[in-house]
């Protein structure tokens, strides 16, 4: 079955400049072995099943669930929405919709460059840095997507775990330029949201946090806390 009939199948549109490479990949990665990648296309069934799963919980409404390594994870794009066309995974332990490549090609570019390595080790898109970074025509498309997000998140009366989901994207896409802007989210109520910025800072290195992430340390959520003495830690060069 071509890419074509299984998004006819589910009625999602992808950009027509993704078939092609789409049908070129998912025959290469049927010629694997099960040792020679970690990752699998599913079949259409299977994209179904998990189409009618992701549509009862709103934060994955977005989400179309392409790839497996059959063990509860998953890759798949945002096929609607301000995060349209980004690619994601989902992992069984940790709800984490955060966008980790700006496209298809940049996954396919990293799947072709490490196939047998594990995702964790593969290059990502995001969140980006100084030294790696999309490029700049993404980036500002990155930086649009912030500002819809933030709107929606404005404007609408969503629930704890969609707005987390939302500032773990704000977080991700932001470039490493901007990293004041996500300051004041390591006082966030949400101990989560809290937690993932202090990670992220620390991700960073960013000396100019510092400041913020101390008063984590001392009357921080217990998630926080953790958080940012790592964050701490990594910015000083101890870890």
Known sequence: MLISEILEAVSISLPSQWIEPLDRHRSQLAMLLPNECNIR????????EMLTFTSQIEVFHDILLLWTDDESNYIGVFYKGPLSYRICTVRHE?????????DL??????????????????????????EYSVAEKQMKL???????????LQQMDIDDDLRCQWLYCIM????????????????????????????ILGYHRDEQALEWLADVVRIGSPNGKTAAKQAIARIKGYI
């Open 41 to 48: 296309f599913m079949e259409l069934g299977e994209i179904q």
């Open 94 to 102: 940790e709800t984490d919709i955060s966008p980790v490549f700006c």
């Open 105 to 130: 090609s940049s996954f396919l570019m990293q799947w072709e460059q490490r196939s047998s390595a594990m995702w964790s080790e593969w290059r990502r898109d995001y969140p980006a840095t100084l």
């Open 142 to 152: 990155d930086v649009e997507c912030i500002i819809e997000l933030q709107s929606r």
């Open 172 to 199: 991700a896409l932001t470039p490493a330029q901007q990293l004041h802007t996500l300051y004041h989210y390591v006082q966030d109520e949400d101990m989560y949201v809290q937690e993932r910025a202090c990670e």
